[in-house]
């Protein structure tokens, strides 16, 4: 494996990982979101 390759692989997986942090803090900001919803309907 050279080292283009090597370098193409890794920044593959550093997008990746940003991906998959972004689609976390997505997850809890929709969950809070449906939190107040709730919370709202319910008063």
């Not at 689609?23 to 919370?39: G, H």
């Amino acid at each position: 494996m050279n080292a283009f390759t090597e370098s193409t692989q890794s920044s593959q997986l550093t997008l990746n990982l940003a991906c998959l942090a972004l689609e976390s803090e997505e997850y809890q900001l929709q969950m809070l979101v449906n939190l107040v919803e709730t919370y709202n309907a319910n008063r």
